[in-house]
């Protein structure tokens, strides 16, 4: 199955070393949606989507890639890096991949050290993050697809 994942890591390249565990024994695309704005989603089977969360939500940019790019009917999942694990981060664009009629194969969260906003006064949290279990865990996550 051709997997592509969509992403967005800006700041401390948290979900990028994320994405870069699970490249490492897997034959998946990175595409990260700041540089390449041409690539062809029709020809992937599995899209993922890769972010970290910024005031609890993705990416803007990565959401607007996603809402023009993302073609419709197609496997769909989520990984996301952040400072504080909550629910509902992902709503945006569980939104737009159900208005697109994706399947969602599921979601991965982890820490990310995390210095956004108010947190830089205190010299960030989820500081070491992600872990190298956080890690292994996103690949596990990944292969259960």
């Known amino acids: 199955m051709k997997t ?12 990028k070393k994320v994405l870069d565990a699970i490249k490492a024994g897997n034959d998946v695309e990175l595409i990260d949606v700041t540089t390449d704005k041409n690539a062809d989603l029709a020809a992937f089977d599995r899209i ?3 972010s970290g969360i ?13 809402r023009e790019k993302l073609p419709e009917e197609k496997e769909v999942f989520f990984i996301g890096t952040c400072g504080s694990k909550r629910k509902g981060y992902f709503n945006e664009i569980r939104s737009i991949t159900d208005e697109k009629k994706c ?12 210095t956004f906003g108010p947190f830089k006064l205190v010299g960030g949290i989820a500081k070491g993050h992600p ?7 996103a690949v596990k996550f990944y292969e259960s697809l």
Request: hydrophobic letters at 35%.
């Open 103 to 114: 399947r969602y194969l599921g979601e991965f969260l982890c820490q990310g050290f995390d």
């Open 4 to 15: 592509a994942i969509i992403y967005y890591s800006n700041h401390h390249g948290n979900t």
């Open 48 to 50: 993922g989507i890769a």
């Open 54 to 66: 910024y005031y609890s939500s993705i990416a803007k940019p990565l959401a607007a890639y996603a």
């Open 131 to 137: 872990t190298a279990d956080e890690l292994s865990d």
